[in-house]
């Protein structure tokens, strides 16, 4: 079955970090410790930082670019600027109308977010996870198209070829960690006025808090479209074994289809 446990009595001689299971299939040990600790954390502080997030942003539904707000001719608002908030109860947190306690939450949890992040940051730069593991090589670059048509096909790599992560995964891991996050880390850090005092340069560097906030709002948009397909790749690869993967680090590799149809 697809739920399997990897058997713990190898079979043939191995390598390192990996198992046969008794129906002969191969389990990888392909996210350690660390990695699936790091990624738990960063689900427990998305699912405050999002709805809390826009409970901060229901307080003034509207988004500028520069040092003030110019309150009649926004970027952007959302809502129907009536009385109702701009976003729904649901999706808010809490769910009721509180501009101190979400902020409260939202900072509580960046900063764990913060700390989580340059944990992993120096632990795979010590381990040399990013060398060996995240970063690309230039022949999986030369191949990004062959990469994309396949990701549109929902066509996976399968056997030997899925031991290790695919080149947009790779790709849009390096995104999401030394661009994404560092530009949300940023911006949040320029938006406080306590922290504009001390790093001003940061103000300067956005072109004000209102630029910030623009900035903020949009990294936080294109981190949960990257949750998003994130999710959707799951389920398309198969749930059960990448959740397996997440929670114990052994993943396992799909026959070829070739070789199930001998």
């Known amino acids: 079955m697809e739920a399997q446990a990897p058997s713990v009595e190898p079979q043939e001689p191995l390598r390192a970090r990996e198992r046969v299971m008794q129906d002969g299939r191969t389990a990888v040990y392909r996210h350690p410790l660390p990695v699936r600790v790091w990624h738990w954390i960063n689900v427990l502080c998305l699912l405050v930082l999002i709805p809390s997030g826009l409970q901060i942003l229901n307080a003034h539904p509207a988004l500028y670019w520069g040092k003030a707000s110019t309150f009649g001719a926004p970027w952007v608002a959302f809502g129907s600027g009536g009385d109702a908030p701009a976003f729904p109860s649901w999706i808010t947190l809490p769910s009721w109308q509180d501009l101190a306690d979400g902020r409260t939450w939202h900072?509580?949890?960046?900063?764990?977010?913060?700390?989580?992040?340059?944990?992993?940051?120096?632990?795979?730069?010590?381990?040399?996870?990013?060398?060996?593991?995240?970063?690309?090589?230039?022949?999986?670059?030369?191949?990004?198209?062959?990469?994309?048509?396949?990701?549109?096909?929902?066509?996976?790599?399968?056997?030997?070829?899925?031991?290790?992560?695919?080149?947009?995964?790779?790709?849009?891991?390096?995104?999401?960690l030394f661009f994404l996050l560092p530009?949300?880390?940023?911006?949040?850090?320029?938006?406080?006025?306590?922290?504009?005092?001390?790093?001003?340069?940061?103000?300067?560097?956005?072109?004000?808090?209102?630029?910030?906030?623009?900035?903020?709002?949009?990294?936080?948009?294109?981190?949960?479209?990257?949750?998003?397909?994130?999710?959707?790749?799951?389920?398309?690869?198969?749930?059960?074994?990448?959740?397996?993967?997440?929670?114990?680090?052994?993943?396992?590799?799909a026959r070829r289809r070739r070789e199930e149809t001998r």
């Open 107 to 176: 900072i509580f949890f960046a900063w764990i977010f913060v700390a989580s992040g340059l944990a992993y940051v120096i632990y795979a730069l010590a381990s040399g996870r990013i060398r060996s593991t995240l970063w690309p090589s230039g022949r999986e670059l030369h191949g990004i198209g062959r990469s994309i048509l396949d990701h549109l096909r929902l066509k996976f790599p399968e056997g030997e070829e899925a031991r290790r992560y695919n080149l947009l995964q790779k790709l849009s891991y390096i995104a999401v």
């Open 183 to 253: 530009l949300m880390v940023a911006t949040g850090l320029t938006m406080s006025p306590g922290m504009d005092a001390r790093l001003h340069f940061l103000t300067e560097l956005f072109g004000g808090r209102q630029s910030a906030r623009t900035i903020h709002f949009l990294t936080a948009c294109a981190l949960v479209l990257f949750i998003l397909v994130h999710l959707a790749a799951m389920l398309a690869a198969g749930p059960l074994n990448e959740m397996r993967s997440i929670v114990t680090g052994w993943f396992v590799l």
